[in-house]
């Protein structure tokens, strides 16, 4: 049981517009900033959004971050089959006094 | 460019023992927090611990599930980083992967660039 709660899958078409939501609590997301994170099978996760909106360089402008209160999203635009992969979210957590993940969304691109 | 290369990873018996490395490059080692994270055979990604850089006197932090169990250590003339893993459980089998902190020497905002992993698996 991830501390962080993501949806197991989502699914769009080439050039939709998908959301993948990852909700917390007061002790992760509701004090500290989110990052995001993206893994194909077999290779090592890469780190697609950090501290909740700024994107590393090299990532399209497509993919972008936001947060509410203990909740966070991550919005794809323009889906391309490319972006079929895993997507993990993950915050600090002054009550574990550690970085906690959620358990992850299967991304499908139809 | 920033690379990180682990290595050490093999099978072990439960309760044994195993140390894994990371080799840093392209980055000033010093200045940045590293983290380790694994990730067991179809699971999801499971922060293990991190130290902190030398500002911040190289203290450590670990996941409630390896505490007592596993030390993380740096030497910073080597850009080196250590995963000392004991006690080992089946539970422990996974991908290891070593992560550099991003930000900088005040400032660290999680894991940035991430290693190939090594795998570690824990079977009688």
């Known amino acids: 049981q991830s501390v962080l709660t993501q949806p197991p899958s989502a699914s769009g078409t080439p050039g939709q517009r998908v959301t993948i939501s990852c909700s917390g609590s007061t002790s992760n997301i509701g004090s500290n900033t989110v990052n995001w994170y993206q893994q194909y099978p077999g290779t090592a996760p890469k780190l697609l959004i950090y501290t909740g909106t700024q994107r590393p360089s090299g990532v399209p402008d497509r993919f972008s971050g936001s947060k509410s209160v203990t909740s966070a999203s991550l919005a794809i635009s323009g889906l391309q089959s490319e972006d079929e992969a895993d997507y993990y979210c993950?915050?600090?957590?002054?009550?574990?006094?550690?970085?906690?993940f959620g358990g992850g969304t299967k991304l499908t691109v139809l | 460019e920033v690379q990180l290369v682990e290595s050490g990873g093999g099978l072990v018996q439960p309760g044994g023992s195993l140390r894994l490395s990371c080799a840093a490059s392209?980055?000033?080692?010093?200045?940045?927090?590293m983290d380790w994270v694994r990730q067991a055979p179809g699971k999801g990604l499971e922060w293990v611990g991190h130290?902190?850089?030398?500002?911040?006197?190289?203290?450590?932090e670990y996941a409630a599930s390896v505490k007592g169990r596993f030390t993380i250590s740096r030497d910073d003339s080597k850009n080196s980083l250590y995963l000392q893993m004991n006690s080992l459980k089946t539970e422990d089998t996974a991908v290891y992967y070593c992560?550099?902190?991003?930000?900088?020497?005040?400032?660290?905002?999680?894991?940035?660039?991430w290693g190939q992993g090594t795998t570690v698996t824990v079977s009688s």
């Open positions: 993950a915050a600090w957590d002054d009550s574990l006094n550690g970085w906690v």
């Open positions: 992560a550099k902190g991003g930000g900088g020497r005040y400032y660290y905002y999680g894991m940035d660039v």
């Open positions: 392209g980055f000033i080692f010093s200045d940045h927090y």
């Open positions: 130290t902190r850089n030398k500002a911040n006197s190289y203290t450590t």
